[in-house]
């Protein structure tokens, strides 16, 4: 990795991470080397936690992905340029079990140094361990209008990853 990326600290991250997960979407994948998947994701978030960096994903069970995450102790998660909006909307819309999502033109994986893997493309990569995951709990919620969100009552579950490393394109 470290001859495309360079490791930086996780309050250095200048991006706001509001647009980043948002608006420009994430790349969340976990597996290793020769069987993983990933999805895009618009939800989540990034801070603080038991004195920790972390960012919090949110994954529905019936999803390719949820599998590899249950599985693995690491994952990463990834930011891409504008020009990579046509892949995000692939990943974000296909499951892998009806696409290759590893056969993907244009995306060249690689290993992170946890085994995880991200991808040559991305302007930024997240490196990140699961220290927790919970699933989302309809008697909680406080606004009910959010029920609306989940019309087949599909909660996700939410994993807060430990942000291992960063790593930032070289430019």
């Keep these: ?3 495309i990326f360079q490791e930086i600290e996780a309050e250095d991250i200048r991006d706001n991470v509001f647009r980043l997960i948002g ?3 994430m790349l969340i994948t976990a597996g290793q080397k020769n ?21 919090f994903t949110f994954v529905r ?3 390719y992905t949820f599998q590899f995450m249950e599985s693995q ?5 990834s930011f891409f340029h504008e020009e990579h909006r046509q892949m995000l ?31 040559q493309e991305a302007k930024l ?5 699961k220290i927790y995951y919970d ?7 406080q606004v009910f209008d959010i029920e609306k969100v989940y019309p087949a009552k599909d909660y996700h579950r939410f994993y807060i990853g430990e942000i291992m490393r960063v790593w930032q394109k070289k430019a």
């Design 35 to 55: 069987n993983y998947n990933m999805m895009t994701a618009s939800w989540g978030t990034a801070g603080v936690l038991w004195k920790k960096p972390v960012i």
């Design 73 to 77: 102790p690491h994952f990463s998660v």
């Design 89 to 119: 909307n692939l990943c974000g819309t296909t499951s892998g079990r009806d696409l290759n999502k590893m056969a993907i033109e244009g995306l060249n994986p690689m290993e992170t140094t946890s085994g995880s893997i991200a991808f």
């Design 61 to 63: 069970p019936q999803r």
């Design 23 to 25: 608006k420009e979407w």
């Design 125 to 129: 990569v997240l490196e990140c361990r």
């Design 135 to 141: 699933d989302i709990n309809p008697d909680f919620f």
């Design 1 to 3: 990795m470290e001859k």
